[in-house]
């Protein structure tokens, strides 16, 4: 039996105990006595299909445990807009006492084909942030394009120098034993390198492991039209750069550029102001902080673990990633996160 599988095992039959026993609902009571609690969610995607996710990264939430998810914040908390609660913010009027927002990085396809309905379907607002280069007919998301050469190689191993990639490791194996970590080094390796040398490196990846056809490791992204049909139901959209790269690493030319092009080419779909960003893997230092700033947004979010509570940075909102689970472990992570919270001790911090 595999490490992942006693995971699973571990996470589907110890949380409903531990939940039963009432401990999860005392953290996060816990939590709120003083100050109201938000709870931002991250997904990415919603899948009916489980072999679009064959290494199980973390991205994929399945549809009917999507559908528990939306069903419990529903009943135990109360749904917020991200947009109304930062108006509420700026206005200095109170926030619910339990509140949740809803938020999807990347911009997936499956965000209006499977999750969409199911949340129109409960009455669960949420935000779509969009990354909008090479959306339709490009070749995908840098590291799906990795996740797909992977999966669908007869190559049985990896030269990384052939490739350009200096690491610590020169071959990787990719037997069916070892792709997985195999794929994880990979991926950490090309997030230290700037963007460019990247999209340069995976390039030459796709032609050393000649992946063959298969569309449930390639997802498709939202369309022109599809952002438009969100917005128009009622999703919000905000931008989340052109190519996904560490913000960090990008000259300033190109961090302005990853911020205001995104920005201007999503209000020409929906016609309005584009208020909120998503940062790339939640990276970002203070030049990067401003940079959002001085394009216009006026929120970010990030994927720090956290609830957040009083009047806390707009453009550092703290956000928890939606686990593949059932409720008792999500409740579980909310429940982690919560007795980080000391009651009574939030504080300011000016806007930036």
């Known amino acids: 039996m595999d490490r992942q599988t006693i995971k699973n095992i571990v996470k589907a039959t110890v949380p409903p105990v ?14 709120e006595q003083n100050e109201p609690v938000w709870l931002v969610v991250m997904y990415h995607r919603v899948i009916s299909d489980p072999a679009e996710d064959p290494f199980r990264l973390g991205m994929c939430v399945t549809a009917h445990r999507f559908r528990e998810q939306i069903r419990f914040y529903q009943e135990y908390f109360e ?12 206005a200095g009027r109170p926030m619910p006492r339990r509140a949740v927002s809803i938020t999807f990085d990347d911009g997936y396809a499956d965000n209006l084909g499977t999750a969409w309905p199911i949340l129109r379907e409960l009455g669960m607002p949420a935000t779509v942030f969009v990354t909008t ?8 998301l840098w590291w799906d394009r990795v996740i797909h050469a992977v999966a669908n190689t007869a190559e049985p191993m990896l030269d990384l120098q052939a490739v350009g990639l200096k690491s610590g490791q020169d071959i990787l194996a990719l037997d069916r034993s070892h792709r997985a970590g195999s794929l994880s080094y990979l991926l950490a390796q090309l997030w230290d390198q700037e963007i460019d040398e990247t999209l340069d490196v995976i390039a030459r990846i796709e032609q050393v492991l000649r992946p063959l056809s298969n569309h449930n490791t390639l997802p498709m992204r939202l369309s022109d039209e599809d952002i438009a049909t969100l917005h128009a139901g009622g999703a919000e959209i905000g931008a989340h750069t052109i190519s996904h790269p560490d913000l960090r690493m990008t000259s300033d030319a190109r961090l302005k550029r990853e911020m205001l092009v995104p920005k ?37 979010v990030g994927t720090e ?41 939030a504080t300011e911090v000016p806007s930036s």
């Open 18 to 31: 531990v939940d039963a026993l009432g401990f999860y609902d005392r953290a996060i009571a816990t939590a």
């Open 79 to 90: 749904p917020i807009a991200l947009s109304e609660a930062m108006r509420r913010r700026h």
């Open 133 to 140: 280069g090479e959306r339709v007919g490009g070749p995908g």
């Open 264 to 300: 201007q080419f999503i209000e020409n779909i929906i016609g309005e102001a584009v208020n909120g960003f998503a940062y790339p893997r939640g990276l970002c230092d203070q030049r990067v902080i401003a940079a959002v700033s001085d394009a216009g947004y006026r929120y970010a």
């Open 305 to 345: 673990r956290g609830l957040n509570q009083g009047n806390g940075n707009p453009l550092l909102i703290e956000r928890m990633g939606a686990p593949d689970t059932g409720v008792a472990d999500l409740k579980r992570c909310i429940a982690d996160i919560a007795r980080s919270v000391e009651p009574g001790s």
